[in-house]
């Protein structure tokens, strides 16, 4: 069964949790060994200095940064990197990611950033390799944070829309004026002199009013390593923009068909795009290395302020609470996090998917989709993406571009 299915195949029963964790009833226990963590997302800041009309974490269903402390105690980062060192040594894991995030992580600060990453650092075996990144908005990148995570090898991922008008459209401050000018600045200070080699790439959230090559091209501007288009967090009970369920348009693959040609069509390698490399790589075979795509196991894990381990915070975005384990670093470890069912069931590859899904002759691809993008109030996790069928039409184009290429190469011989 092709996308194309999915609108009339929806199953409409079941509950959340249930749904979510019934794919583990058809699993045998011998392939129920949980995997250990391979990145850390850790909320070292609850609050943010803009005010984003799409953010997942202030404007949608889950409300729970509100009861979150604003910054991470000392006492919760020694308990995060205790676990972590822990963590790695049991599975004698070989590198491993910390992502410091928020809210906005720059205000925790630089003294509680250095701390983080130094407390982590030592809690961790001379065998095992600690990436560290902060993912920020730039607001708040001065100079002064360039030397201290310079000095902490620290790498920078920066969150950027596009040109002034598309950046500006929504990433805004309380008062409403956009953050265009600050950020780009930022980008500058990083982009341009002795702090280059700390660009970890940039985050740019799609909206289709804004024009797809202008938006690339303006992100190329500051010659990124890699850049990360996300879809507007949303699901079948609460659409994202301009994606109507009931509609056969596919207005987000065309946006991304625009970026694709211009990328894939370059006479020289600018950018990794990284969701069209990831599909790329699974036509060929080859396991994806995102969530967003494909059918590799989650490994990732999420920390709050307060300590409280989460499955994913992208999760908010569904209802309150959805990505709730009940646990915390001041009194469990990251096996026990491991063991916990939800991170199981985004672990089963082919088996977590919904029956339209395992139906679909590009289910190995698209994976289903970001697992929070599945959610609905009658199925909770149980359907495909609320992009299928725009994720259906991007891989498809694809598949036939480089289909189409390799068959002119091999002619060519």
């Not at 990124?224 to 369920?245: C, I, Q, Y």
Request: with cysteine; net charge negative.
């Amino acid at each position: 069964m092709g996308a194309r299915g999915v609108l009339e195949n929806r199953a409409r029963d079941g509950t959340r949790e249930p749904v979510l964790l019934g794919a583990l009833d058809n699993i045998g226990e011998g392939h129920r060994k949980p995997l250990a963590f391979r990145q850390f997302i850790l909320k070292i800041n609850s609050r943010c200095n803009l005010s984003c009309h799409y953010c997942y974490m202030y404007e949608m269903a889950d409300q729970s940064w509100r009861f979150q402390p604003i910054s991470m105690a000392p006492t919760v980062i020694d308990a995060i990197a205790q676990r972590i060192g822990e963590h790695a040594r049991i599975h004698d894991v070989a590198e491993l990611e910390v992502i410091l995030h928020g809210g906005e992580p720059l205000l925790a600060g630089p003294e509680l950033i250095e701390l983080a990453v130094k407390t982590i650092r030592r809690a961790v075996d001379v065998g095992t390799q600690v990436h560290v990144v902060i993912q920020t908005n730039a607001v708040l990148l001065s100079e002064s944070y360039l030397r201290l995570l310079a000095g902490l090898g620290v790498r920078v991922g920066v969150s950027l829309d596009g040109y002034q008008a598309a950046q500006d459209r929504h990433r805004v401050f309380a008062n409403g004026n956009g953050s265009h000018e600050q950020v780009t600045a930022a980008l500058r200070r990083l982009t341009t002199g002795q702090y280059h080699h700390l660009f970890n790439g940039i985050l740019c959230t799609i909206d289709i009013r804004n024009d797809p090559i202008a938006t690339y091209e303006a992100l190329l501007e500051f010659d990124p390593p890699a850049v990360d288009f996300l879809l507007p967090h949303g699901n079948w009970s609460t659409p994202p923009p301009f994606r109507d369920p009931e509609s056969m348009r596919t207005p987000y693959a065309e946006w991304l068909i625009a970026v694709f040609e211009r990328w894939y069509g370059s006479t020289r390698v600018e950018t990794d795009v990284r969701l069209f490399s990831e599909i790329i790589r699974l036509l060929m075979g080859f396991p994806s290395r995102t969530e967003a795509v494909g059918l590799s196991p989650a490994r990732m894990v999420v920390v709050e302020t307060d300590g409280s381990i989460e499955l994913s915070d992208i999760l908010k975005s569904t209802y309150e609470g959805a990505g709730d384990t009940g646990m915390n670093v001041l009194r469990d470890s990251f096996d026990a996090v491991a063991r916990h069912p939800g991170v199981m069931a985004r672990q089963l590859g082919v088996n977590g998917l919904s029956s339209v899904c395992r139906g679909c002759e590009i289910h190995a691809v698209c994976g289903g989709g970001l697992h929070a993008h599945r959610y609905s109030d009658a199925t909770a996790f149980d359907n495909p993406s609320v992009y299928c069928l725009d994720l259906y039409q991007l891989i498809d184009h694809i598949r036939r571009r480089v289909a189409h290429d390799v068959a002119m190469t091999r002619s060519d011989r």
